[in-house]
Nanobody
Framework: DVQLVESGGGLVQTGGSLRLSCATSGFSFDNYDIGWFRQVPGKEREGISCISSSDRSIRYAESVKGRFTIVSDNAKNTVYLQMNSVNPEDAAVYYC????????????????WGQGTQVTVSS
């Protein structure tokens, strides 16, 4: 079975940091790109970062560039999202997903999705 399991969400203060993990199994990790997305109730899902497991190419949305860092640990088939300088606009459910398409944040390109982890930001 293909699985992507997010963890690490929780409550963080404005200006604080949080590290999310996306543990994967059931597919050939090295052949997939892994993306992080987030969604707030009533809004569309937003792509925020992605990484190629093969060549480590990375993309970031402008909203998180300079604050968030994506890292892939191919030995563990796990991708991390380090979130720094968190602000209230970062509060959302965060999802990771896997894609064999062109590296990017185009949601239809992603084949497999996790269940999400909630990030709450206190002011």
């Amino acid at each position: 079975d293909v699985q992507l399991v997010e963890s690490g969400g929780g409550l963080v203060q404005t200006g604080g940091s949080l590290r999310l993990s996306c543990a994967t199994s059931g597919f050939s990790f090295d052949n997939y790109d892994i993306g992080w997305f987030r969604q707030v109730p009533g809004k569309e899902r937003e792509g925020i970062s992605c990484i190629s497991s093969s060549d480590r190419s990375i993309r970031y949305a402008e909203s998180v560039k300079g604050r968030f860092t994506i890292v892939s640990d191919n030995a563990k088939n796990t991708v991390y999202l380090q979130m720094n300088s968190v602000n209230p606009e970062d509060a959302a459910v965060y999802y990771c997903a896997a894609s064999r398409g062109v590296l990017g944040l185009h949601i239809p390109e992603y084949d497999f999705w996790g269940q999400g982890t909630q990030v709450t930001v206190s002011s």
